[in-house]
């Protein structure tokens, strides 16, 4: 198999904490922000996509709002402001006929097509060697990555593969649960805390994927 820049990418991702096609997607889409609030602002393209989108939705709108880029906001916020403002008007003008401001989100948009690729991309490589050898020692995937992964894999034998992968590491942190609530109670407290320290944090991205993927 040929190995390109992405697979690379994909294998680095496996060493990362969590789910990788969730630190890939996270990982992309604050590259994507940075280049709109840094570099595309002013691309007339760029504004009038926004436009026609009606902007973000509210999870990526506060995410852009952590850039604390003032300027860069208040220009694409005039913008959208004056777009929904017309509308508005139009609604009046129809006298209360229906129009349509539905929020179509091009974060959202590109974030998806960025979780599509990188779940065909993973089916393609999880059985090259290395790749899985990686996964096997990773967090592997959160629950809503891996039934997508599921549905989209067309191979039987790779599906029945990451089945028993993802069932031992629900097992193991099963475990890592039990043993941070064991050490909960003050006869067993004095122990310490290994890895299950955080085993709880671990257990929520496991079902639900890591914070503002979805």
């Known amino acids: 198999m040929e190995k390109h820049q992405i697979y690379f990418e994909l294998l680095d991702a496996l060493k990362e ?7 890939l997607i996270n990982s992309r889409v604050h590259k994507l922000m940075e280049n709109l609030l840094y570099e595309n602002v002013n691309d007339i393209e760029i504004r009038k996509k926004i436009k026609e989108s009606l902007g973000f939705c509210n999870l990526h709108s506060w995410q852009l709002k952590k850039f604390a880029d003032g ?5 694409i916020y005039e913008d959208l402001l004056n777009v929904i403002k017309n509308k508005i008007k139009e609604f009046l003008g129809k006298k209360g006929k229906k129009v349509e401001i539905g929020l179509n989100c091009l974060i959202c948009r590109e974030a998806k097509n960025i979780e599509r690729r990188f779940i065909s991309l993973f089916i393609e490589y999880f059985n090259d060697i290395e790749f899985k050898n990686n996964f096997k020692s990773s967090f592997g995937l959160c629950l809503p990555h891996f039934i997508s992964v599921i549905k989209s894999c067309k191979d039987k034998n790779v599906i029945v593969e990451l089945y028993r992968i993802e069932t031992e590491k629900i097992e193991l942190l099963r475990h890592e649960l039990n043993e941070f609530q064991r050490k909960q109670d003050y006869r067993f407290s004095a122990e310490g805390y290994g890895k299950e320290k955080d085993s709880w944090i671990r257990a929520i991205e496991k079902l639900t994927g890591k914070e503002g993927v979805f």
């Open 17 to 23: 904490r969590g789910c990788p096609i969730c630190f």
């Open 71 to 75: 300027l860069g906001l208040s220009i």
